[in-house]
């Protein structure tokens, strides 16, 4: 697995990079301090997995990943951060981030890359049980507007609800190639990116 490690804190890069290369699987491309360099770096390597701080000087982290994202929609970005902060994890949602986890939870690090890097989303216990009540609010909202009916509506609550695309299949007696079909054609009409993004979607939107 290539990575990219980019913290302002350059103590907390080289033990990153102590921890990680333990394990041979894990390859360490470049190290950064700044979201700029994260930008350029990213650019140059195209890296499995971009491990990245948030709170740095000049651009921040969620800067730095809004940007990557923008040019690169495919990026697989992890946060690592001291702060369970309710808005950078509302941001990190949004921004499509493939997870969030807090520094002095080092023994979930090696799990999170590697479900990162097979396609999963990874967010620390800690900020999954803070997730629904962050993005909840009390709007309604009419989903035939984008014309979304039925069985989309069924779709988007399970992904909500965490259901894998086979869990969906087999709650709703529907093949694995049709969940797959909704939910691509849920993500057109909304514009989105990713199942993340329409989770975050509908749990703001959640009457």
């Known amino acids: 697995?290539?990575?990219?490690?980019?913290?302002?804190?350059?103590?907390?890069?080289?033990?990153?990079?102590?921890?990680?290369?333990?394990?041979?699987?894990?390859?360490?491309?470049a190290i950064g301090t700044t979201g700029q360099?994260?930008?350029t770096l990213f650019r140059k390597h195209r890296p499995d997995i971009l491990l990245m701080d948030i709170r740095m000087k000049g651009m921040d982290g969620l800067e730095a990943s809004a940007k990557i994202l923008s040019e690169f929609p495919g990026a697989k970005i992890l946060l690592l951060t001291t702060f369970s902060d309710d808005e950078y994890i509302v941001k990190a949602l949004k921004l499509g981030a493939k997870g969030y986890l807090l520094k002095q939870d080092y023994p979930s690090l090696l799990p999170a890359l590697e479900a990162v890097c097979n396609g999963q989303t990874v967010f620390g216990s800690e900020i999954t049980e803070k997730i629904p009540n962050l993005l909840h609010n009390h709007a309604s909202f009419d989903y035939t507007?984008?014309?979304?009916?039925?069985?989309?509506?069924?779709?988007?609550?399970?992904?909500?609800?965490?259901?894998?695309?086979?869990?969906?299949a087999d709650t709703l007696y529907?093949?694995?190639?049709?969940?797959?079909?909704?939910?691509s054609?849920?993500?057109?009409?909304?514009?989105?990116?990713?199942?993340?993004?329409?989770?975050?979607?509908?749990?703001?939107?959640?009457?």
């Open 174 to 183: 529907l093949s694995q190639g049709t969940v797959r079909n909704y939910l």
């Open 1 to 29: 697995m290539r990575l990219i490690l980019i913290d302002d804190d350059c103590l907390v890069t080289q033990a990153l990079k102590i921890i990680l290369e333990t394990n041979e699987d894990f390859h360490i491309l």
């Open 37 to 39: 360099e994260a930008i």
């Open 185 to 207: 054609s849920i993500l057109d009409k909304l514009q989105l990116r990713d199942r993340t993004q329409l989770a975050v979607f509908y749990y703001q939107h959640v009457s």
């Open 145 to 168: 507007r984008y014309d979304i009916h039925g069985r989309e509506l069924d779709i988007i609550t399970l992904i909500a609800e965490g259901y894998s695309n086979k869990e969906i």
